[in-house]
């Protein structure tokens, strides 16, 4: 029995301003650290969308992709506050008018190319 984390259920935390190549970097690193022999068949970052390559993992071919995938939580600082501020009075007990909200954030994930040829 394989106990590996399935590919499909790895997923990379990796910011918007980080960009596609860098979540494309981290997500086959995180692969390989779970144990699977990833071979990049190729990478497509120029193109709209949230498709950053194709990986083949062992006889299986995944499409990367980055993009709003995991719940994040965002802290919201009452107008003319400085954020900083805000953090520091946080760290010590006093929350100021901050408030916190959840939102989706940017990961990375793959999908499996069924029926796809290669």
Same mark, same amino acid.
């Given at each position: 029995?394989?106990?590996?984390?399935?590919?499909?259920?790895?997923?990379?935390?990796?910011?918007?301003?980080?960009?596609?190549?860098?979540?494309?970097? %981290?997500?086959?690193?995180? $692969?390989?650290?779970?144990?699977? !022999?990833?071979? *990049?068949?190729? +990478?497509?970052?120029?193109?709209? =969308?949230?498709?950053?390559?194709?990986?083949?993992?062992?006889?299986?071919?995944?499409?990367?992709?980055?993009?709003?995938?995991?719940?994040?939580? %965002?802290?919201?600082?009452? $107008?003319?506050?400085?954020?900083? !501020?805000?953090? *520091?009075?946080? +760290?010590?007990?006093?929350?100021? =008018?901050?408030?916190?909200?959840?939102?989706?954030?940017?990961?990375?994930?793959?999908?499996?190319?069924?029926?796809?040829?290669?």
């Amino acid at each position: 029995m394989d106990t590996r984390t399935d590919p499909v259920e790895i997923i990379a935390r990796v910011g918007e301003r980080d960009g596609r190549q860098r979540a494309f970097d %981290v997500w086959v690193h995180k $692969a390989m650290k779970a144990g699977w !022999a990833v071979a *990049v068949e190729s +990478t497509s970052l120029d193109r709209p =969308g949230t498709e950053c390559g194709v990986v083949e993992i062992e006889g299986l071919r995944y499409r990367i992709h980055h993009g709003k995938r995991v719940r994040g939580t %965002v802290a919201i600082v009452p $107008a003319g506050q400085h954020l900083i !501020a805000a953090t *520091v009075k946080l +760290t010590m007990g006093e929350s100021d =008018g901050v408030s916190f909200t959840s939102e989706f954030v940017h990961a990375a994930w793959v999908e499996p190319l069924v029926d796809e040829p290669a």
